[in-house]
């Protein structure tokens, strides 16, 4: 029970209340709380463009999805190393928490209809989360690989 709660509170978090993520049309498919593995997805619209004549994504969409999913497996990764906390505890170190650093690695042209973002924690700490993300295309083609590296809220 308390597992969906934290995922739900996530889910509210970067769906409802940050309005960036709205702009990119984001949805979060897979939450795994033991894993901390995070899937989002976005489709490909014109106002994402970055290229018109050749009609590809956005260096800067891209760096912002990978660093929104890495953000997304680090928050599952705080609430695992935080279990007997509160909720409303929980919920404070979570909003609390900030992207320290982030490398993004573009592979290909952002060509596609659809994106898929799968990120996986590299190494938690108590306060230090490590994520390793990967961008799809609809055709399973990377388009960029990055690391995120997250500061969790005390």
Known sequence: M?????????REYYIDLIPFNKVLGISIDLLDYDTGEAVTSFDMRKDLVGNYAMGILHGGVTSSVIDLTGGLSALLSC????????????????TGSATIDLRVDYLRPGKGKAFR????????????????????????????????TYLISR
């Open 117 to 148: 973002c799968q990120s996986t924690v590299i190494r938690a700490g108590n306060r230090i989360v490590v994520s390793n993300i990967d961008l799809f295309n609809e055709k399973n083609i990377r388009i960029a690989t990055g690391t995120g």
């Open 79 to 94: 609430a695992r190393q935080n279990v007997g906390q509160s909720i409303q505890e929980i919920g404070e170190r979570l």
């Open 2 to 10: 308390m597992k969906q709660k934290i995922i739900d509170m996530i």
